[in-house]
């Protein structure tokens, strides 16, 4: 059974850091590219990250530039989010996504994303 779980998210202070893991099941990881998405109560969702099945192309939403870092251990099944720096803005539901994609290309909107995780809360507030 296909399955994406993401863990790591909780309150923070604005300046602080999480790390997001996004755990997959059910499918051939290293075929697969992972886009990271975020949804603030009454906004629209928005692409954060994205790393294609290797890691060789990497995408940062620009809000999210030099303070986020993506990675993926394909190993472990697991990709990452490491969120540095975080401001009240970033407070969201983030959510992982799989998009088959046995090349390096690297889909980049959510359309693109056929399996999705549940989501996990990631609120920033003093």
């Known amino acids: 059974q296909l399955q994406l779980v993401e863990s790591g998210g909780g309150l923070v202070q604005p300046g602080g850091s999480l790390r997001l893991s996004c755990a997959v099941s059910?499918?051939?990881?290293?075929?697969?590219?992972i886009g990271w998405f975020r949804q603030a109560p009454g906004k629209e969702r928005e692409g954060v990250s994205f790393?294609?099945?290797?890691?060789?192309?990497?995408n940062y939403a620009d809000s999210v530039k030099g303070r986020f870092t993506v990675s993926r251990d394909n190993a472990k099944n697991t990709v990452y989010l490491r969120m540095n720096n975080l401001k009240p803005e970033d407070t969201a539901v983030y959510y992982c996504?799989?998009?088959?994609?046995?090349?390096?290309?690297?889909?980049?909107?959510?359309?693109?994303?056929?399996?999705w995780g549940q989501g996990t809360q990631v609120t920033v507030s003093s």
């Open positions: 996504a799989a998009a088959y994609s046995p090349s390096e290309y690297l889909p980049w909107t959510a359309r693109e994303y056929a399996y």
């Open positions: 059910g499918l051939a990881l290293d075929y697969y590219a």
């Open positions: 790393i294609s099945r290797r890691g060789g192309r990497i």
